[in-house]
T-cell receptor, first 114, second 113 residues
Framework: GQQLNQSPQSMFIQEGEDVSMNCTSS?????WLWYKQDPGEGPVLLIA?????ELTSNGRLTAQFGITRKDSFLNISASIPSDVGIYFC??????????????FGKGTKLSVKP | AAGVIQSPRHLIKEKRETATLKCYPI?????VYWYQQGPGQDPQFLIS???????DKGSIPDRFSAQQFSDYHSELNMSSLELGDSALYFC????????????FGNGTRLTVT
């Protein structure tokens, strides 16, 4: 079935560092979404991307919809402690009947460097 | 802004009992999705509804059923609960427009003992 490969699985950040994560697939996607999830809470939508090549920012976050429509990345600039959490990419495949059955990546866990 | 409301937030049940989870979508959202998330896992799609009709079905066990009501709220009914059903259950809502992003509620944490 369709899968999203999200990397890295986990990373440690120091305050002020830039962070980058990405999702790739062998399938084409119509929509890419990036969510952040804190422990015990629901995923919160960060950025939605709808067009190949689209580059969208939300504060210190920037995400891009890959030209091939098979990948997306999320950058966080000048990270702060509250950026810790799990970041999920999610894609809406091109060939799928339901418009809402997203495919999720496995998540990138951001932690603070000890 | 109004968000997706789920109740209860926490639920403890014993094996073989039943549970009902409720979801109230964002106003004017006509589409609801249910997801199950185990510890350290990504959300797994269970079932979705559009305009009160089931629109898609994922990995929902036969012991579970769901429906969407005339006011667009949805309920997930879970019977013959098993230990493995312990998880976070999320509801998400969106409009019926293609590609509209899903907005998630804060989930119901179900613990089966």
């Amino acid at each position: 079935g369709q899968q999203l490969n999200q990397s890295p699985q986990s990373m440690f950040i120091q305050e002020g560092e830039d962070v980058s994560m990405n999702c790739t697939s062998s399938s084409i996607f119509n929509t890419w979404l990036w969510y952040k999830q804190d422990p015990g809470e629901g995923p919160v939508l960060l950025i939605a991307l709808y067009k190949a090549g689209e580059l969208t920012s939300n504060g210190r976050l920037t995400a891009q919809f890959g030209i091939t429509r098979k990948d997306s990345f999320l950058n966080i600039s000048a990270s702060i402690p509250s950026d810790v959490g799990i970041y999920f990419c999610a894609g809406l495949p091109l060939f799928r009947g339901s418009q809402g059955n997203l495919i999720f990546g496995k998540g990138t866990k951001l932690s603070v460097k000890p | 802004a109004a968000g997706v409301i789920q109740s209860p937030r926490h639920l403890i049940k014993e094996k073989r009992e039943t549970a009902t989870l409720k979801c109230y979508p964002i106003p004017r959202h006509d589409t609801v999705y249910w997801y199950q998330q185990g510890p350290g896992q990504d959300p797994q799609f269970l079932i979705s509804f559009y305009e009160k009709m089931q629109s898609d079905k994922g990995s929902i066990p036969d012991r579970f059923s769901a429906q969407q009501f005339s006011d667009y709220h949805s309920e997930l009914n879970m019977s013959s609960l098993e230990l493995g059903d312990s998880a976070l259950y999320f509801c998400a809502s969106t409009t019926g427009q293609g590609g509209s992003p899903l907005h998630f509620g804060n989930g119901t944490r179900l613990t089966v003992t």
